[in-house]
């Protein structure tokens, strides 16, 4: 098993930069820890620019909360300059995009593309983006079972008085069981996934196989629930 803490991620505290924004979804929604603070491009062929402030090592890009359609082309590149860079495309999934390099790199310049012209919202729609060097544990999971997805909604009212809904997230619970663990293996994972995430209160980027990465990853929430771990999927 994969994963990377939010307290490990490179991305929260990068210089950061988008080419197309809302008044009030900027870039610097992406590095807030809600996953529903989202920011929004004017068009649909935005680019967000990274500087990581120094040359630092990742194996890790993930692109959490996303509407892009499945006609997007998505891509990252990176060098040791804004006009030096190479360029590797990102496999698409929906809600939530992760792409893991065969080695660890280690760079300061970033830039994340998204060309998505048929996407029905006219923009481009991003909560979180997670760079960072994953830790592993060598324990598997069972999925126990799982909710059926649910959506946060908060009523808004614009100056002229017209009453809408805006959804803040969308959450889906699934309960991992982590059987047969014997105490060191339960304290390598308490203290890797749990200590790493502030007890649950900062999220965590979990892949379950380290070569599932095109179908099962999850940006989530875990809370504790007796010998198993229920994890709030977002």
Same mark, same amino acid.
């Given at each position: 098993m994969?994963f990377?803490?939010?307290?490990?991620?490179?991305?929260?505290?990068?210089?950061v930069?988008?080419?197309?924004?809302?008044?009030?979804q900027?870039?610097?929604?992406?590095?807030?820890?809600?996953v529903s603070?989202?920011w929004?491009?004017?068009?649909?062929?935005?680019?967000i620019?990274?500087d990581l402030?120094s040359s630092?090592?990742f194996?890790?890009?993930?692109?959490?909360?996303h509407?892009?359609t +499945? #006609? !997007?082309d998505i891509?990252? %590149?990176?060098?040791a300059?804004?006009?030096?860079l190479?360029?590797?495309?990102?496999?698409?999934?929906q809600?939530?995009?992760?792409?893991?390099l065969s080695?660890?790199?280690?760079?300061?310049y970033?830039?994340?593309?998204?060309s998505?012209t048929?996407?029905?919202?006219?923009?481009?729609s991003?909560?979180?983006?997670w760079?960072?060097?994953?830790?592993?544990?060598?324990?598997?999971f069972q999925q126990?079972?799982a909710?059926?997805e649910?959506?946060?909604?908060?009523?808004?009212q614009t100056d002229a008085?017209?009453?809408?809904?805006e959804?803040?997230?969308?959450?889906h619970?699934?309960?991992l069981?982590?059987?047969?663990?014997?105490? +060191? #293996? !339960?304290?390598?994972?308490? %203290?890797?996934?749990?200590?790493?995430?502030d007890g649950?209160q900062?999220?965590?980027?979990?892949?379950?196989?380290?070569?599932?990465?095109a179908?099962?990853?999850?940006?989530?929430?875990?809370?504790?629930h007796g010998s198993?771990?229920?994890?709030?999927?977002?």
């Open positions: 994969k990377l803490s939010w307290k490990n991620n490179l991305f929260k505290s990068a210089g930069s988008a080419n197309q924004e809302t008044t009030n900027t870039a610097s929604k992406l590095q807030t820890n809600y603070e989202v929004v491009s004017t068009g649909t062929n935005p680019e620019d990274i402030g630092q090592a194996d890790t890009i993930v692109v959490a909360n509407q892009l +499945s #006609q !997007a891509s990252i %590149s990176w060098g300059s804004p006009t030096n190479f360029e590797t495309a990102l496999g698409y999934r809600f939530d995009i992760a792409h893991t080695a660890v790199t280690s760079q300061q970033l830039r994340l593309h998204f998505d048929n996407n029905p919202d006219g923009n481009v991003v909560g979180q983006i760079i960072g060097s994953s830790g592993s544990t060598p324990m598997q126990d079972w909710d059926p649910m959506f946060l909604n908060r009523v808004q008085g017209v009453i809408h809904s959804k803040l997230v969308r959450q619970n699934i309960s069981l982590f059987s047969g663990l014997d105490y +060191s #293996q !339960a304290t390598t994972l308490w %203290s890797a996934i749990v200590v790493d995430s649950g900062e999220p965590v980027w979990i892949q379950p196989k380290p070569d599932d990465e179908d099962r990853h999850y940006v989530a929430n875990l809370a504790e198993t771990r229920q994890s709030h999927f977002l």
